[in-house]
């Protein structure tokens, strides 16, 4: 079964505005991550956020987790053509928190109109 | 490094016939992670294997799939005999064990008329 789900499924912005998307989870976790997939190609890690953090940054991209509430978000800001992409959040079967058993929503699919 | 090789990229096959897919993780990496892709279902863990060993392999939807992994640096994904359900895009990834992070392949997208 899926533990997370993102939100929106899909989300059409123009170039340069800022794209965000959500994630809730349905278990405690260790640490949740997100994945970016270009079309016709392999997920791409893009960042992680421990349950001891509520907030990360990494260039362009914020992570914010709350845990409370089961939910994190992605922020894309000044976004670009090349960010079109679906874009999953994945949290891991175990308490420990690797890769293993990483179980994935099923994507927001964001377009970044030019 | 050539990152998570899987091959064939593409294999088009009729209902009934076995299927093998082929992964070849990072070297120096001992997880290694079978999924599956789908408009309907989004992305299925199906087996992982811890140091060539099955974990959990509880995502496999049925007795007609079958996944091995004979050493460090090979896996195979195998579904006999095929039907037009499977038709999905497959997906290998591996990490070092512990890590948090998963490099995926490129994916094999299968079609099964």
């Known amino acids: 079964s899926q533990q997370g789900e993102e939100d929106p499924q899909a989300l059409s912005i123009q170039e340069g505005e800022n794209a965000t998307m959500n994630c809730s989870y349905k278990t405690s976790i260790n640490n949740l991550q997100w994945y970016r997939q270009n079309s016709g190609r392999g997920l791409v890690h893009l960042i992680l956020i421990r349950s001891n953090e509520r907030e990360k940054h990494s260039g362009r991209l914020r992570v914010t987790l709350d845990t409370s509430k089961k939910s994190s978000s992605l922020l894309i800001t000044a976004s670009r053509a090349a960010d079109t992409a679906s874009y999953f959040c994945a949290t891991g079967l175990f308490s420990g928190g690797g890769a293993d058993g990483l179980t994935f929503g099923k994507g927001t699919h964001l377009i970044i109109q030019p | 490094d050539a990152g998570v090789i899987q091959s064939p990229r593409h294999e088009v096959t009729e209902m009934g016939q076995e299927v093998t897919l082929r992964c070849k993780p990072i070297s120096g990496h001992n997880s290694l992670f079978w999924y599956r892709q789908t408009m309907m279902r989004g992305l299925e863990l199906l087996i992982y294997f811890n140091n060539n060993v099955p974990i959990d392999d509880s995502g496999m939807p049925e007795d007609r799939f079958s996944a091995k992994m004979p050493n460090a640096s090979f896996s195979t994904l195998k579904i006999q005999p095929s039907e037009p359900r499977d038709s999905a895009v497959y997906f290998c990834?591996?990490?070092?064990?512990?890590?948090?992070?998963?490099?995926f392949g490129q994916g094999t997208r299968l079609t099964v008329v």
């Open positions: 990834a591996s990490s070092l064990q512990g890590s948090t992070e998963a490099f």
